[in-house]
Structures are given as structure tokens and as C-alpha cells.
């Protein structure tokens, strides 16, 4: 078994849509969770992070983590084009070494 | 601003040569990675360093290897480069902890030909 699933979609939505992107994992060690976005020909951003459960809000952004469940989302409410992007899960340990551990990524599209 | 640089945004050599791939970080970060981006496979993870000399194997060191020297300063080189090698390369930083983000750099889109 993957220590991380992410559905790599891709999904496409109308703008104002709310998006759900989800990913799972296996690995009870995992202390930090984490969103990147990641847009075309760049490098991934810092999105959310939060590290226990329960939900974290940041304007249109919602970061749910469900640790019993092993289950972490990302909610977008009214979604823009500005939004089309790949959303990449990631986790830590809680290592020194600051390693993370990704999902695939989702690659999202919110069409006007 | 944190700043995360990669040597060439795009690059092409042919089957067998030796390429380096540079990153350069100016934030005085203790660790640097590399990881490769393939459609449907995600990140993954190819060496990583936490300090200057040390490195450790990722999920895929197989046919890389890396050099720091510097601290700002983190290489990948592909001793014999081969078409399977084809990929977005990326860099990324952070400081020494956990729970810190990783600050990545533009990716350099390598063609072996």
C-alpha cells in the first residue's frame, strides 16, 4: 500500500463551483499536513498546512484533516479560473530532515 | 524573498553524456532536495542533503548522484544520461525542524534525446 493516495483527476469545474480535492494516507507518523498548488511551468507553493485535526480556514481555502480516518481535504469555495492549477497533498514525519512525503497531485481546471 | 534558482529552465543532451543540474538557495537553508515530476507519478523524491557533505537516498537514486559543497548550493548529476531520464527536475529548500515548507525552485525540463 501507498503511503499517500491522491486521486490525480483531472477535474473540471465551472467557476463559482466548490472543488474537493482529497487524499489519503497510511502512515500513522505523519504530524504535518500540507497543500501545494503548482501552476503550469512553475514550481510548487506553500497552499495550507495545518497538524492536527479539524478544519483550518484561509479566505475561499478549507483544510480538513481527519486523522483517525487517515483522510485530508481541500475545499474550494467559489472557484476561479485563477484556481486552475495542480494541488499536490504532502506530509511530515516530524523529521529533522524536513522530508516530505507527496501525493500525485490533482491537476484542477475552473473554466469561466 | 526567498529564492530558490535552478541553472536552465530547459535542456536537451543525448544518451550517455554527464549532466548537472545546479539549484541555488539564498535563505541559509540547512536542507535541499531533489525531486523529479513525471505525469500521473507525481513528485518523487530523489536525493536529499541536511547538510554540507551529507546526502541521503530518496525513493529514487538510481542512476543520480549530488554534491554540496556549499550549503547554498545543491547538484544533481546524471553520470550517463538515458532517454528514461526525460523529466521536470525540481529543487527545493527548508530550514533544519519539521513542519516547515519546502521552498521550490522553477524545475528544469531535460530532454535526453
Known amino acids: 500500500q501507498k503511503e499517500v493516495e491522491q486521486d490525480p483527476g483531472p477535474l473540471s469545474v465551472p467557476e463559482g463551483a466548490i472543488v474537493s480535492l482529497n487524499c489519503t494516507y497510511s502512515?500513522?507518523?505523519?504530524?504535518?499536513f500540507m497543500w501545494y498548488r503548482q501552476y503550469s511551468r512553475k514550481g510548487p507553493e506553500l497552499l495550507m498546512y495545518?497538524?492536527?485535526?479539524g478544519n483550518k480556514e484561509d479566505g475561499r481555502f478549507t483544510a480538513q484533516v481527519d486523522k483517525s480516518s487517515k483522510y485530508i481535504s481541500l475545499f474550494i469555495r467559489d472557484s476561479q479560473p485563477s484556481d486552475s492549477a495542480t494541488y499536490l497533498c504532502?506530509?511530515?514525519?516530524?523529521?529533522?530532515?524536513?522530508?516530505?512525503?507527496f501525493g500525485r497531485g490533482t491537476q484542477l481546471t475552473v473554466w469561466p | 524573498d526567498v529564492k530558490v534558482t535552478q541553472s536552465s529552465r530547459y535542456l536537451v543532451k543525448r544518451t550517455g553524456e554527464k549532466v548537472f543540474l545546479e539549484c541555488v538557495q539564498d535563505?541559509?537553508?540547512?536542507?535541499m532536495f531533489w525531486y523529479r515530476q513525471d505525469p500521473g507519478l507525481g513528485l518523487r523524491l530523489i536525493y536529499f542533503?541536511?547538510?554540507?557533505?551529507?546526502?541521503e537516498k530518496g525513493d529514487i537514486p538510481e542512476g543520480y548522484s549530488v554534491s554540496r559543497e556549499k550549503k547554498e548550493r545543491f547538484s544533481l548529476i546524471l553520470e550517463s544520461a538515458s532517454t528514461n531520464q526525460t523529466s521536470m527536475y525540481l529543487c527545493?529548500?527548508?530550514?533544519?525542524?519539521?513542519?516547515?515548507?519546502?521552498?521550490f525552485g522553477p524545475g528544469t525540463r531535460l530532454t535526453v534525446l
Open positions: 527545493a529548500s527548508t530550514i533544519s525542524g519539521s513542519g516547515n515548507e519546502q521552498f
Open positions: 502512515n500513522s507518523a505523519f504530524q504535518y
Open positions: 495545518t497538524y492536527s485535526s
Open positions: 504532502a506530509f511530515d514525519r516530524g523529521s529533522t530532515l524536513g522530508r516530505l512525503y
Open positions: 535563505m541559509d537553508h540547512e536542507n
Open positions: 542533503s541536511y547538510d554540507v557533505k551529507m546526502k
